[in-house]
C-alpha cells in the first residue's frame, strides 16, 4: 500500500513511517518543516524516507502527491493548549482548514483511507460518578477551590466529590481548549467525508505519547518533555496542583503500532470510527516526575500547585474498544517507557525568541498533561 503521510517528520509522524515501512508499505512523507518545530535542517530520522517540504494546506501539491497513494495518515497538527485566545486561528488553520482541504484532495483523488490522529483531549474533562446521581459531568473547577487546594471536581448537582473513571469511545465531546475544539471538528469533517464518499476513517484519541524525537523547549510541548529539559538543567520539575491528577502516558512505539494496525484494519461499519489509543495503565502526573527524575538521577519533583486554565483533572479512558476492533495493546510498561527516554533522543529546541510564532507546525503530539 501507497500511504501519505502528513507531518511526517514530526514526532508520531516519523515514527508511524517507520513502521509502515517495516511492514512492507510505502510512505511519502509531508511537512512543512517550520524551523520553529526542526530547526534549520530536516531530522535525520527521515533520510530513509522521501520526504517532500510543503504544506497540508496547499490543495494543489496534494494533488500532485495524492496521485497512486492508496491511504493517508494524517498526522500534522498544531498541538498543545494554545497560549491565549489570540492562538485560535493557528489552530482552525493547521488542524481544521488543513484537514478540509486534504479530505477534498483526497475525494478528487479518490483515495478512500484516512487514519486520522486525533486526542483524548476531545472529551474535555474525564468520566465521573456521583455516589448519589451516578455518572455525571462534573462542575467546572473554579478558581477559588484550586487556590485552596481543592482540585478534584464536584457533582453539578450536590456538590458531592467525584470519583474518577474510565472513559469509553462514546462519552460526549466537550473541549475545554483551542486544541480540543481543533481535533472535535477534525473527527467531524472525517466523519462527515466518510458517510458522503463511502470512505474509511479510523481516528486515533491518542492519551498522552512520550518517547524519542519528543520537541523540547517549546511552550507547545507535552509533560513528559517539560520535564525532562528542567531536569536535564539541574532543576526540579514542577508539577501542578498536588500531583495526583491522573493520565495515560503512552509510548510513542505502540502509537505508531495502533497507526499500522488502523491502516490495514477493515473499513469501520459505520465508514468512521473513533478508538481510544492508550496503555489503559493510568499513572499521575506525580509518578511521571518522580519516576523520570529517578531515572536522570536529579532532583526530586517539586509539587506548587495551580492549575491552567485549559487543564482538566482527570483523564484516562479504556483501552477495550481498540483492542476488539483493532487488536491493539499497549506493549511498554510505565517504568520501563519513562526511563528509556531519560537518555532518549528529542527533537531540536524550536527557534523561539519571546512569544512563539503564530504558526506553529505542523508536528504530533503530545497533549500536555499537568
Same mark, same amino acid.
Given at each position: 500500500?501507497?500511504?501519505?503521510?502528513?507531518? =511526517?517528520?514530526?514526532?508520531?509522524?516519523?515514527?508511524?513511517?517507520?513502521?509502515?515501512?517495516?511492514?512492507?508499505?510505502?510512505?511519502?512523507?509531508?511537512?512543512?518543516?517550520?524551523?520553529?518545530?526542526?530547526?534549520?535542517?530536516?531530522?535525520?530520522?527521515?533520510?530513509?524516507?522521501?520526504?517532500?517540504? =510543503?504544506?497540508?494546506?496547499?490543495?494543489?501539491?496534494?494533488?500532485?502527491?495524492?496521485? !497512486?497513494?492508496?491511504?493517508?495518515?494524517?498526522?500534522?497538527?498544531?498541538?498543545?493548549?494554545?497560549?491565549?485566545?489570540?492562538?485560535?486561528?493557528?489552530?482552525?488553520?493547521?488542524?481544521?482548514?488543513?484537514?478540509?482541504?486534504?479530505?477534498?484532495?483526497?475525494?478528487?483523488?479518490?483515495?478512500?483511507?484516512?487514519?486520522?490522529?486525533?486526542?483524548?483531549?476531545?472529551?474535555?474533562?474525564?468520566?465521573?460518578?456521583?455516589?448519589?446521581?451516578?455518572?455525571?459531568?462534573?462542575?467546572?473547577?473554579?478558581?477559588?477551590?484550586?487556590?485552596?487546594?481543592?482540585?478534584?471536581?464536584?457533582?453539578?448537582?450536590?456538590?458531592?466529590?467525584?470519583?474518577? !473513571?474510565?472513559?469509553?469511545?462514546?462519552? $460526549?465531546?466537550?473541549?475545554?481548549?483551542?486544541?480540543?475544539?481543533?481535533?472535535?471538528?477534525?473527527?467531524?469533517?472525517?466523519?462527515?467525508?466518510?458517510?458522503?464518499?463511502?470512505?474509511?476513517?479510523?481516528?486515533?484519541?491518542?492519551?498522552?505519547?512520550?518517547?524519542?524525537?519528543?520537541?523540547?523547549?517549546?511552550?507547545?510541548?507535552?509533560?513528559?518533555?517539560?520535564?525532562?529539559?528542567?531536569?536535564?538543567?539541574?532543576?526540579?520539575?514542577?508539577?501542578?496542583?498536588?500531583?495526583?491528577?491522573?493520565?495515560?502516558?503512552?509510548?510513542?512505539?505502540?502509537?505508531?503500532?495502533?497507526?499500522?494496525?488502523?491502516?490495514?484494519?477493515?473499513?469501520?461499519?459505520?465508514?468512521?470510527?473513533?478508538?481510544?489509543?492508550?496503555?489503559?495503565?493510568?499513572?499521575?502526573?506525580?509518578?511521571?516526575?518522580?519516576?523520570?527524575?529517578?531515572?536522570?538521577? !536529579?532532583?526530586?519533583?517539586?509539587?506548587?500547585? !495551580?492549575?491552567?486554565?485549559?487543564?482538566?483533572?482527570?483523564?484516562?479512558?479504556?483501552?477495550?474498544?481498540?483492542?476488539?476492533?483493532?487488536?491493539?495493546?499497549?506493549?511498554?510498561?510505565?517504568?520501563?517507557?519513562?526511563?528509556?527516554?531519560?537518555?532518549?533522543?528529542?527533537?531540536?529546541?524550536?527557534?523561539?525568541? =519571546?512569544?512563539?510564532?503564530?504558526?506553529? $507546525?505542523?508536528?504530533?503530539?503530545?497533549?500536555?498533561?499537568?
Amino acid at each position: 500500500m501507497r500511504v501519505l503521510i502528513t507531518g =511526517g517528520a514530526g514526532f508520531v509522524g516519523s515514527h508511524a513511517a517507520d513502521v509502515l515501512a517495516g511492514a512492507g508499505h510505502e510512505v511519502l512523507l509531508l511537512d512543512a518543516l517550520l524551523p520553529q518545530a526542526h530547526g534549520d535542517e530536516p531530522p535525520p530520522w527521515c533520510a530513509r524516507h522521501r520526504l517532500v517540504r =510543503g504544506d497540508a494546506r496547499d490543495g494543489d501539491l496534494l494533488a500532485r502527491l495524492l496521485r !497512486g497513494v492508496d491511504a493517508v495518515c494524517h498526522q500534522a497538527a498544531m498541538v498543545g493548549h494554545g497560549l491565549d485566545p489570540s492562538d485560535a486561528p493557528g489552530y482552525a488553520s493547521h488542524n481544521d482548514h488543513a484537514t478540509a482541504v486534504l479530505l477534498a484532495a483526497m475525494h478528487a483523488a479518490r483515495v478512500p483511507r484516512l487514519v486520522l490522529a486525533s486526542s483524548m483531549v476531545v472529551y474535555g474533562e474525564g468520566r465521573y460518578t456521583c455516589p448519589a446521581h451516578g455518572i455525571v459531568p462534573p462542575a467546572p473547577r473554579q478558581p477559588a477551590d484550586i487556590a485552596a487546594g481543592r482540585f478534584d471536581p464536584a457533582c453539578p448537582r450536590c456538590g458531592a466529590t467525584l470519583q474518577p !473513571g474510565l472513559v469509553p469511545e462514546d462519552a $460526549p465531546l466537550r473541549p475545554r481548549s483551542l486544541y480540543a475544539a481543533s481535533k472535535v471538528a477534525q473527527e467531524h469533517y472525517a466523519a462527515a467525508w466518510a458517510a458522503q464518499t463511502g470512505g474509511a476513517v479510523w481516528a486515533l484519541r491518542y492519551h498522552n505519547v512520550y518517547g524519542p524525537r519528543m520537541p523540547r523547549d517549546t511552550p507547545y510541548a507535552g509533560v513528559a518533555s517539560i520535564f525532562r529539559s528542567a531536569l536535564a538543567r539541574g532543576h526540579a520539575p514542577r508539577v501542578l496542583e498536588d500531583g495526583r491528577q491522573r493520565r495515560d502516558f503512552v509510548h510513542v512505539s505502540d502509537v505508531a503500532r495502533a497507526n499500522l494496525l488502523a491502516l490495514d484494519a477493515p473499513a469501520p461499519e459505520a465508514g468512521f470510527a473513533a478508538v481510544n489509543v492508550c496503555s489503559g495503565e493510568p499513572h499521575t502526573v506525580g509518578d511521571l516526575a518522580r519516576v523520570l527524575a529517578e531515572a536522570m538521577g !536529579g532532583p526530586a519533583p517539586l509539587v506548587v500547585g !495551580g492549575a491552567r486554565a485549559a487543564d482538566v483533572r482527570h483523564v484516562v479512558a479504556s483501552p477495550e474498544l481498540a483492542a476488539r476492533l483493532l487488536g491493539f495493546r499497549a506493549g511498554t510498561g510505565f517504568t520501563e517507557g519513562v526511563a528509556a527516554f531519560a537518555t532518549a533522543p528529542l527533537r531540536e529546541p524550536a527557534r523561539v525568541r =519571546g512569544r512563539p510564532d503564530r504558526e506553529r $507546525p505542523v508536528t504530533t503530539r503530545s497533549t500536555p498533561g499537568g
